[in-house]
């Protein structure tokens, strides 16, 4: 048997509040072009099943665009008899009782199986049994339904599981949960689990056969350089199950590091940084730059506005700051990302021990700098 294993598509996801040629939020119409390329490899490769681990939605309501897209996306796969199974990962699973779960709306639709009620359930396709255990809120209820997980003898047995497993933290999101060490064991006696909730392609080395399929876009810089996609995997008797992972066009995130600044002039940390934003290919790319010990002189050289003229490409560019600590300074800087209004605000309240003028002057300062940075000086 065939089998497409996909997860955390996040649909609905958006940021940035850049527009794109068809009036959707960029990032979101990024999360739905992925989708939609999934979608047309599974009708392409034509598998007995295809599996989704949860966070298919970003929020527990999501917008009605994001609705009518994922039924859209689903109608094609029922009208070419590709029957989906998915399980409600920690986004998309209400917080409390007095929503309703939204996966709920696929259960009356022919060849797609949601698995988004607080229990462990199962189904079964020919000679597979998928076997999905959903995000659950309780933990006591979450505990009950891990003891009812057991493989059917006699058949392929796949294990669908949205949690964190053989990691010793978590992804800061709200619900998530890291799945028992001891309850392991278990794991070992499906023919394949199948796993969302982390974004990276990888498989668990402490499992036979558990892999993270990943997302199928990028949401963090901890994604830049790791390729987005699915798995495809054949079940077949008395062998072991080796998913091979299929790329998707996702858009592009690169990340420049400029160290040690205070070492060198604003020109060559000028040069610096043309050479390697010409080492990549940023046309339309997401782009995180950091500054490593930078001191506050050349942060205003290099200020926002002047980066963002500089680097063509990005549709978005993310810059952050480490300062140089000094004694002089010590009180004005530190070694966290500042943004260049709290420079300036500290800079001035440092030279300047009359409260009421430092305040005064911050705030004249502040307005000058925002007019600079929005370019609104040109008008005048």
């Known amino acids: 048997m065939k089998i ?40 392409e490769e034509k598998p007995d099943v295809v599996l989704h681990s949860g966070d298919f939605f970003h929020r527990p309501s999501p917008t009605n665009r994001a609705l009518t897209f994922a039924l859209e996306q689903l109608h094609r796969l029922a009208k070419h008899q590709i029957p989906i199974s998915i399980i409600a990962g920690n986004h998309e699973t209400p917080k409390t009782i007095f929503t309703s779960p939204i996966l709920k709306a696929f259960g009356s639709l022919d060849n797609i199986y949601p698995i988004f009620g607080q229990g462990y359930e199962t189904q079964t396709f020919g000679e597979l049994v998928v076997h999905g255990l959903p995000h659950i809120n309780d933990p006591k209820v979450l505990a009950q339904e891990m003891d009812r997980i057991a493989p059917v003898a006699g058949k392929f047995n ?92 996702a858009r592009p995130w690169w990340r420049i590091d400029l160290k040690d600044c205070a070492k060198k002039s604003v020109e060559d940390l000028q040069s610096e940084l043309k050479q390697k934003c010409d080492e990549l290919d940023l046309e339309g790319a997401l782009l995180s730059l950091y500054f490593y010990q930078i001191e506050s002189a050349q942060a205003l050289q290099l200020n926002n506005r002047a980066l963002q003229e500089s680097i063509a490409g990005p549709i978005h560019l993310s ?45 004249k300062a502040l307005h000058y700098f925002s007019l600079f940075e929005s370019g609104e000086y040109r008008k005048k």
């Not at 599981?161 to 619900?175: A, F, N, Q, R, V």
């Open 4 to 43: 497409l294993h996909f997860s955390d598509t996040h649909l609905g996801y958006s940021e940035l509040d850049k527009i794109g040629k068809q009036g959707i939020n960029l990032r979101e119409q990024d999360f739905y072009q992925t989708f939609t390329h999934v979608i047309d490899k599974a009708i």
């Open 158 to 249: 796949i294990l669908m599981l949205h949690t964190s497993i053989g990691k010793d933290y978590l992804m800061e999101e709200y619900g998530e949960q890291l799945y028992p060490p001891e309850r392991l064991e278990l794991l070992n006696q499906f023919d394949y689990v199948a796993l969302g909730h982390w974004h990276n392609h990888q498989k668990v080395s402490l499992l036979q056969t558990a892999w993270y399929s990943g997302s199928t876009e990028r949401m963090s810089e901890t994604e830049i350089g790791k390729a987005k996609g699915y798995c495809i995997l054949e079940l077949k008797k008395g062998e072991k199950v080796t998913p091979v992972f299929h790329e998707v066009p």
């Open 319 to 363: 810059i952050k700051r480490q300062f140089v600590s000094n004694p002089e300074e010590a009180q004005l800087l530190s070694r966290k990302t500042e943004s260049m209004d709290q420079l300036m605000k500290g800079f001035i309240h440092s030279r300047f021990e009359d409260e009421k003028q430092a305040e005064t002057l911050s705030a």
